[in-house]
T-cell receptor, first 108, second 121 residues
Framework: AQRVTQPEKLLSVFKGAPVELKCNYSYSGSPELFWYVQYSRQRLQLLLRHISRESIKGFTADLNKGETSFHLKKPFAQEEDSAMYYCALRSPGRQLTFGSGTQLTVLP | EAGVAQSPRYKIIEKRQSVAFWCNPISGHATLYWYQQILGQGPKLLIQFQNNGVVDDSQLPKDRFSAERLKGVDSTLKIQPAKLEDSAVYLC???????????????????FGQGTRLTVV
């Protein structure tokens, strides 16, 4: 069975500090990994996916198959980054499975 | 483009009553998902449609939950009878395609609606 673990429910950092949101997954194979974000009073939306190898809003995430991790990183956090972040996994032809989420608060 | 539309936004019912949620996906999206998100947890897939056929309903409590997607467009999710533990946000999402290997990975991106917050008292 595929599973996504986000060990931190809450994470607070100061503006300008680096931030890392952890995500570990369990799946034997080549999954597709995503980060979704939900800002206050807005709908859940895709932030980035590992296949694209892109940086969105300064965030990057690298898939580490050896450690089965897909941590989300940003070198300098901004107050507008405060939101709920969900890591998600999809194996070929299977459902999209979400972690329990991390609430990021960026303090001024 | 218009996003995924859901209604109602909020619903409060008593246990053992029935309730229905409606979802209108993005035009042209073949895949439609219903997720249940209990407070403090991530979204959990209840059912996934490809056009009007069910792809995955392994986590749908079929004794009380049902869903349909007539004509492969709009979808309704029903709970009958509701229990206290059904209190959650019900999210609908849609994507162009599902799970197929394609170079156009954006085709598999799931777009979410605002959700329906259900409170069972």
């Amino acid at each position: 069975a595929q599973r996504v673990t986000q060990p931190e429910k809450l994470l607070s950092v100061f503006k300008g500090a680096p931030v890392e949101l952890k995500c570990n997954y369990s799946y034997s194979g080549s999954p597709e990994l995503f980060w979704y974000v939900q800002y206050s009073r807005q709908r859940l939306q895709l932030l980035l996916r590992h296949i694209s190898r892109e940086s969105i809003k300064g965030f990057t995430a690298d898939l580490n198959k050896g450690e089965t991790s897909f941590h989300l990183k940003k070198p300098f956090a901004q107050e507008e980054d405060s939101a709920m972040y969900y890591c998600a996994l999809r194996s070929p032809g299977r459902q999209l499975t979400f972690g329990s989420g991390t609430q990021l608060t960026v303090l001024p | 483009e218009a996003g995924v539309a859901q209604s109602p936004r909020y619903k409060i019912i008593e246990k053992r009553q029935s309730v229905a949620f409606w979802c209108n996906p993005i035009s042209g999206h073949a895949t439609l998902y219903w997720y249940q998100q209990i407070l403090g947890q991530g979204p959990k897939l209840l059912i996934q449609f490809q056009n009007n056929g069910v792809v995955d309903d392994s986590q749908l409590p079929k004794d009380r939950f049902s869903a349909e997607r007539l004509k492969g467009v709009d979808s309704t999710l029903k709970i009958q009878p509701a229990k206290l533990e059904d209190s959650a946000v019900y999210l609908c999402a849609s994507s162009l395609r599902w799970g197929l290997k394609t170079e156009l990975h954006q085709n598999t991106e799931a777009f979410f609606g605002q959700g329906t917050r259900l409170t069972v008292v």
